[in-house]
């Protein structure tokens, strides 16, 4: 169990927000009406069975997807008052992602794929590899700068994107099975770097796992089945 911290301002407050899809004519509810608050420096793990709607609130929390009801602050702007680009933006600038298959660009060196999302704030060429080098040696990988993914091992290749997600200095970071593809070394060894980041730097950390030792490390469990969370602990 990671150690207490205090709360701070809430950076995403989810109200009643449900999601909705059509599918071959029928509609099908992932969200049936989630309430849910993400505060600075939070710690808290999504569990629950395939199908229960936890891969759906990731991708509402993350902005890569919009609530089909309900309202959803992130920082506190209404999601739905936002255009594409607007949210986009937001996105940029809130939220660092970490995804189980890594999603690096595989011909790009890591020091790149790291710089990727500052590219899209336009920060200039060398501050951005400045930027990337520094986060890259935060998850202690300063003597891998220009090997690519191809060049590295699993546990390498998540702690890039790890880097990656962190290097625009996020207020959340979002986890979706991070250690899903890792053995248990290196599985631990990324935990470790999220757990620092969260207690070093204020980083609020959510993970949606399946792994009930990876998510008794959280200081909340959050557990979500038939679009519902049933239990916040």
Same mark, same amino acid.
């Given at each position: ?5 205090? &709360?701070? &301002? ?14 071959? $004519? ?35 929390? $993350?902005?890569?997807? =919009? ?28 939220? $660092?992602?970490?995804?189980? *298959?890594?999603?690096?660009? &595989? ?15 336009? +920060?200039?060429?060398?501050? =951005? ?19 690519? &993914? ?9 702690? +890039? *994107? ?9 207020? +959340? ?13 290196? $599985?631990?060894? +990324?935990? *470790? ?10 980083? *609020? ?29």
């Amino acid at each position: 169990m990671a150690p207490e911290a205090e &709360p701070g &301002p809430a950076q995403i407050v989810a109200d009643g927000i449900t999601r909705s899809y059509r599918m071959e $004519g029928v509609s099908v509810d992932a969200l049936r009406g989630v309430s849910l608050t993400i505060e600075e420096g939070d710690y808290a793990a999504i569990i629950g069975p395939s199908g229960s709607g936890k891969s759906t609130l990731m991708h509402l929390l $993350g902005c890569l997807d =919009r609530p089909t009801s309900g309202k959803l602050l992130i920082r506190g702007r209404d999601v739905s008052s936002l255009n594409d680009s607007e949210l986009a933006e937001l996105r940029n600038q809130t939220i $660092g992602f970490v995804f189980q *298959a890594f999603q690096l660009l &595989p011909r790009t060196t890591a020091i790149e794929n790291v710089a990727l999302p500052l590219v899209y704030r336009g +920060v200039r060429r060398a501050e =951005r590899r400045k930027r990337a080098a520094e986060a890259l040696e935060a998850v202690n990988l300063g003597h891998r700068l220009t090997h690519k &993914p191809t060049q590295m091992s699993g546990g390498e290749q998540q702690r +890039v *994107a790890i880097a990656r997600a962190l290097v625009g200095e996020p207020a +959340v970071l979002l986890a979706d099975e991070p250690t899903g593809n890792l053995d248990s070394v290196n $599985g631990d060894e +990324v935990m *470790a770097i999220l757990e620092r980041l969260n207690k070093d730097r204020g980083v *609020a950390v959510v993970l949606v796992t399946h792994e009930a030792e990876i998510a008794a490390r959280a200081r909340r469990i959050i557990r979500v089945r038939d679009g519902l969370i049933e239990e916040a602990v």
